[in-house]
């Protein structure tokens, strides 16, 4: 059954995620992914972009690891796409003097993910280490980095990804 779909290759789009959104992604959880779930998740994503429907089913164990594979996809098909969006738009809106950018903030002390960066001792502890700078970002570092983006003088910076990080995974 899955061989002969799999086999039989209609068109399909092709979702333009590169292989980083894979460590993008593990380094949100608070638990190191397994070797299996590693390189599924590459095979995942190389189906993303290979431009023909996925015909892939992923089974395992009871545990999280299936769904941290989903997950992981919709998040980099998700990402891939706000970024190719910001492109097309820089493309269509530069000749009207209209910058467009997109920026992409590291681990941050916010709400985001139920305050995990914030709140949790044992993922900082995890994530600190990838961080050039030495520490966790903070919400005023986000919207400095937001604030310089839209300062007149960057007004011919456009169709960018702009890391705000800290270096993070550098």
């Known amino acids: 059954g899955l061989w002969l779909l799999r086999g039989s290759r209609s068109s399909g789009v092709s979702i333009g995620c590169p292989d980083s959104l894979a460590d993008d992604f593990w380094n949100t959880l608070p638990f190191e992914p397994t070797g299996a779930q590693r390189r599924v998740l590459r095979e995942v994503l190389s189906d993303m972009r290979a431009g023909y429907p996925m015909a892939r089913l992923v089974q395992g164990d009871v545990g999280s690891g299936k769904t941290a594979i989903a997950f992981a996809a919709m998040y980099a098909a998700v990402k891939s796409a706000v970024e190719t969006f910001t492109v097309y ?8 003097g209209i910058a467009v950018n997109v920026i992409a903030p590291g681990a941050t002390a916010t709400d985001f993910g139920g305050g995990a960066v914030r709140d949790d001792e044992r993922y900082r502890a995890v994530v600190l280490p990838t961080v050039a700078m030495g520490r966790i970002g903070e919400p005023d570092d986000i919207g400095a980095a937001v604030a310089a ?18 270096g993070q995974r550098l």
């Open 89 to 96: 738009l820089a493309q269509d809106l530069g000749a009207r």
């Open 149 to 166: 983006i839209l300062d007149p003088r960057m007004a011919w910076v456009t169709g960018q990804r702009i890391e705000a990080s800290g």
